[in-house]
């Protein structure tokens, strides 16, 4: 039945063979987006001895395993979650509960060609690793850890990699925030197209750096379908290629503010329920960060940072974890803002610092947002309201 699926996914795409990938990424974890119709589906899949061929792991799920009954999830969702990682597991799949896998050691190589599923990771994994893979559904990543492989078309292909908008970006950037607001622009412009960024000044600091590029390629694939993009100068294939990296009838793009992007991403009005950060979820260093900022003070609104298990846990052992708690803030595993049944949960007005979360929560939750910097989320947690 795997291989059924691949070969009609093959077979749409003109694929000539099948490549062997070497990690697989499943999406389509949580409750909210699955339903009952993915768990039964999962669950049959299972009870036939299903097992997975090679190293794969979960995306986000709609609850954190350990807090979610201090954080008021519902019970009934809770239950019906719980059963489906439980069914992944079962299949071999490793609950990691993570959009960032390359925060907590999976690290796909340059030209390795995979199999992943969470938009911003796909990103990452093609744009700044120099990994291969398309941007798999939940159904054909499984098929694909099954199988070891998956049809060779798409962006396993060299020539499908190329560049078909040149961006030159002419206005300062100086957050992370600023990174997801460019990437709201342009995913919108180009849609699934592969854009080469001019212009741009990454942070010399690795960790910052990373930060950022992981905003730019999530908000690029929330606000339109990019998979892939080159940096000049920069990224493992525009360094080798330079302008070869680039089609002949490539479309040319200018960006000299990213206004109208913080305009349409950033609510007017000031009431919050709820400040969260971690979308993409969090590295190490960025909660080391948020908690350097929160540092005595206190919180007058709920902050919650999403992120993997393995980084709350090395958090916890760096004392991160009490710095943010003491204030009231908390640090949610295995789940994310915009999978997670906050609608259910009556909250309506959030603070995020995330294009991505900014994009997707007015549709997915129903939810009003702010949009603002790092600091600019934890003020308003502390102060207990937006400021525009």
């Not at 699955?34 to 997975?52: C, H, K, S, Y």
């Not at 950022?212 to 920069?234: D, P, Q, R, T, W």
């Not at 902050?303 to 709350?312: H, Q």
Request: aromatic share 6%; net charge neutral; proline share 4%.
């Amino acid at each position: 039945k795997a291989m059924e699926i691949l070969v009609a996914l093959g077979r749409i795409y003109d694929a000539k063979e099948m490549v062997p990938v070497t990690s697989a990424q499943i999406a389509g974890v949580s409750y909210k987006n699955i339903g009952d119709p993915g768990l039964e589906f999962m669950t049959d899949w299972a009870n036939q001895n299903a097992r997975v061929h090679i190293p794969a792991f979960m995306n986000p799920a709609g609850i954190d395993r350990q807090l979610w009954r201090q954080l008021g999830f519902p019970e009934a969702f809770a239950h019906k979650q719980i059963e489906i990682i439980e069914v992944l597991r079962r299949m071999g799949v490793r609950a990691t509960l993570t959009c960032t896998p390359y925060h907590i050691g999976i690290v796909p190589q340059k030209g390795e060609h995979i199999a992943w599923s969470e938009s911003s990771a796909v990103s990452y994994a093609n744009s700044v690793l120099g990994a291969r893979t398309n941007r798999e559904g939940g159904p054909s990543a499984l098929a694909a850890a099954f199988c070891g492989r998956t049809p060779r078309f798409g962006l396993h292909l060299h020539e499908n990699r190329l560049a078909t908008h040149r961006v030159l970006v002419n206005c300062k950037l100086e957050s992370s925030a600023d990174f997801g607001l460019l990437g709201y622009l342009i995913g919108k412009q180009v849609g699934n197209g592969i854009p080469f960024f001019q212009g741009i000044e990454l942070p010399t600091d690795e960790t910052e750096r990373t930060i950022c590029l992981k905003s730019l390629g999530a908000a690029m694939a929330a606000s339109g379908a990019v998979a892939l993009y080159h940096i000049e100068n920069f990224t493992p294939e525009a360094g080798v290629y330079g302008d070869r990296i680039i089609t002949q009838n490539a479309g040319s793009i200018e960006i000299t503010s990213l206004d109208e992007a913080r305009a349409v991403l950033n609510h007017e009005g000031n009431q919050i329920d709820l400040v969260t950060l971690g979308c993409p979820h969090a590295s190490l260093e960025e909660l080391k960060d948020i908690a350097r900022i929160i540092g005595n003070q206190q919180l007058k609104k709920p902050l919650w940072i999403a992120s993997s298990a393995i980084v709350r846990e090395d958090a916890r052992a760096n004392g991160i974890l009490e710095t943010i708690e003491k204030a009231g803030g908390k640090i949610l595993a295995d789940t994310c803002m915009v999978v997670a049944p906050l609608e259910e949960m009556g909250i309506k007005y959030i603070a995020t610092n995330s294009a991505k979360a900014a994009t997707y929560l007015p549709s997915h939750q129903a939810a009003i947002v702010h949009f603002g910097t790092t600091e600019q989320c934890i003020t308003a947690a502390i102060q207990g309201k937006w400021k525009n």
